[in-house]
């Protein structure tokens, strides 16, 4: 479980998070949704210690935020960040294996060779998987950083809005691989979504934060409605559920 | 072996003269060119990582500047001291100069590749201004002259030596090649995987840092082959820098020799420096780099 407690942040002079409460639990997709500038990817940096968490607490099963060492850390929760932006040139295994660096440090040994294939063929990367990562399609690329986080081996996956730049193939494909993890491999993932349809389609829980504070929490069926986009979004649209998962007509 | 005296084969089995030659001139000429050339390829391409773009290289980004700036602080403040504490005050400035740069790059947006070699050259240009202007008040310029541009023509046996230590401080880099290689991926992706990010940037800095100071201090600046070079390479066979930075070190030092040996033939018996004749084709093919490089994210 990863348990957010009272968490406060502000970047310069302007707060972000006021007083963030939260309790993350083992398993499933949790999906946070929010307008812009409500504080979503500044909370999950703080859960992923990649901004310095300054006041509250945030705990990780049994590690203490600030308090845990990063590699330890690294062995329990994977962050793939927003930008994926990489100057260097990398082929797609190599990128992949990276996520075995927490583990071995630098002397990767069979073991960690063996899931690395398994991470790629996992993803459906092995055909490309010699290719530089400037050479394979966008699609392909963001596979490749979920196919590192999964190599890592962690139980819980974070990731800042992985849909962006796809078209509908490949982010539909992503999400269904995540779930599948979810299903299959019993990962803990949270992730943030700017589309409130792919979250109430995939997701099993939903937070949705407003101005820095959490506005609404549940499943999907409870909490997505015309009063959420109204309150927390600030349009009026309507809501149809299809499939018992409501979707944004828009 | 060409040089201004003619020396065959023959005479190096038979003239005492000629051997002399070979070992306290010829010789450490050859290593010197091999081992700065190495060095300041590895150098180059781990600067290109640690700045998160392709287009810098530590002797035009400051780094050269900085070196010489502490050599010329060392001889002006403290003419007294040791050699080797002077090349520490050269090792110190370079430090400091390459972690100003990166500390100026750090908020350029990656989207825009070119800005930052431009602000590197601008940054250089800075620090060579001081350079320029702590000589000409100490009445030293002639001196500077020797460090900002590079040649091998003073190299004979006993005054190279310290480019062995630049080659050994770019040669250990090759034992944290792999958590480079991490930092590429970017600093936040890099913490995530439990990497130390301010350590091993520290070392990666430390050691451009030395390297570039030793191969100023004891050749001059040799710009373009720590640019040339690692673009070629990582052109070819990627960044991951367990495989690049051996096959840059070689290139580089290939390069830097050819450079010389080119310099010497040209204008027999005179001499062009190596900085001259590497600068001027290393500007070429990067100039051929730049106009045939797709633009890529």
């Known amino acids: 479980m990863i348990r957010i407690r009272d968490v406060h942040h502000a970047i310069g002079k302007a707060r972000i998070l006021h007083g963030i409460d939260l309790d993350i639990p083992k398993g499933g997709i949790t999906a946070l949704i929010g307008p812009n500038g409500a504080g979503k990817s500044t909370l999950l940096s703080l859960v992923a210690r990649l901004a310095p968490l300054k006041q509250g607490e945030i705990t990780v099963e049994t590690l203490k935020i600030g308090a845990c060492s990063d590699r330890d850390l690294a062995k329990v929760l994977a962050i793939m960040a927003q930008s994926t932006h990489v100057s260097a040139r990398l082929r797609v295994r190599e990128l992949v294996s990276f996520g075995r660096y927490p583990w071995h440090q630098g002397r990767p040994g069979a073991q960690d060779r063996a899931l690395i294939e398994a991470a790629l063929e996992r993803f459906g990367l092995l055909p490309i998987a010699d290719r530089f990562l400037d050479e394979v399609s966008g699609g392909q690329r963001q596979r490749a950083f979920v196919a590192m986080a999964f190599a890592q081996d962690t139980d819980y996956l974070l990731l800042d809005e992985p849909l962006n730049n796809l078209d509908i193939a490949g982010a539909r494909s992503l999400m269904r691989l995540l779930r599948e993890m979810a299903d299959k491999d019993g990962k803990t993932i949270v992730i943030v979504l700017h589309d409130i349809n792919y979250a109430s389609a995939f997701a099993d829980r939903i937070v949705a934060l407003k101005d820095g504070r959490v506005a609404a929490q549940g499943t999907p069926a409870q909490i997505v409605d015309t009063a959420l986009l109204r309150d927390v979004f600030g349009t009026d649209a309507e809501v149809s559920v299809i499939g018992g998962r409501p979707q944004v007509l828009v | ?297």
Not at chain 2, 152 to 178: M, N
């Open chain 2, 1 to 297: 072996m060409t040089g201004a005296v003619p020396v065959t084969l023959r005479d190096l089995l038979t003239d005492p003269e000629g051997q002399k030659l070979l070992v306290v001139s010829r010789i450490p000429r050859t290593l010197a060119a091999l081992l700065a050339g190495g060095a300041l390829a590895v150098c180059g391409q781990i600067m290109q990582i640690l700045a998160r773009n392709r287009f810098v290289e530590p002797m035009t980004a400051g780094a050269g500047q900085s070196a010489a700036l502490g050599i010329l602080i060392a001889a002006l403040l403290f003419p007294a001291t040791a050699i080797w504490a002077k090349m520490g005050i050269a090792a110190l400035t370079t430090l400091i100069g390459t972690a100003g740069l990166m500390l100026l790059i750090r908020p350029l947006p990656p989207t825009q590749p070119l800005l930052v070699p431009l602000v590197a050259l601008v940054y250089g240009g800075v620090i060579g201004a001081f350079v320029t202007y702590f000589a000409y008040q100490g009445d030293m310029m002639q001196f500077i002259g020797t460090w900002l541009t590079g040649e091998l023509s003073g190299v004979l046996q006993g005054r190279y030596e310290l480019l062995w230590v630049a080659a050994i401080s770019a040669g250990v880099t090759w034992f944290i090649a792999d958590r480079i290689t991490v930092l590429s991926l970017g600093e936040d992706a890099a913490r995530g995987l439990g990497l130390n990010v301010g350590l091993v940037s520290a070392a990666g800095l430390g050691a451009i840092s030395i390297t570039t100071a030793m191969v100023v201090v004891t050749l001059g600046a040799i710009p373009f082959v720590g640019l040339v070079i690692p673009n070629i390479v990582a052109r070819r066979m990627g960044d991951n820098l367990r495989r690049a930075l051996p096959v840059a070190a070689f290139s580089g030092a290939a390069l830097v020799l050819a450079g010389d040996i080119l310099g010497r033939i040209l204008r027999a018996p005179f001499e062009i420096p190596v900085a001259t004749v590497v600068g001027l084709a290393g500007a070429l093919v990067f100039l051929i780099l730049l106009y045939s490089e797709p633009r890529h994210g």
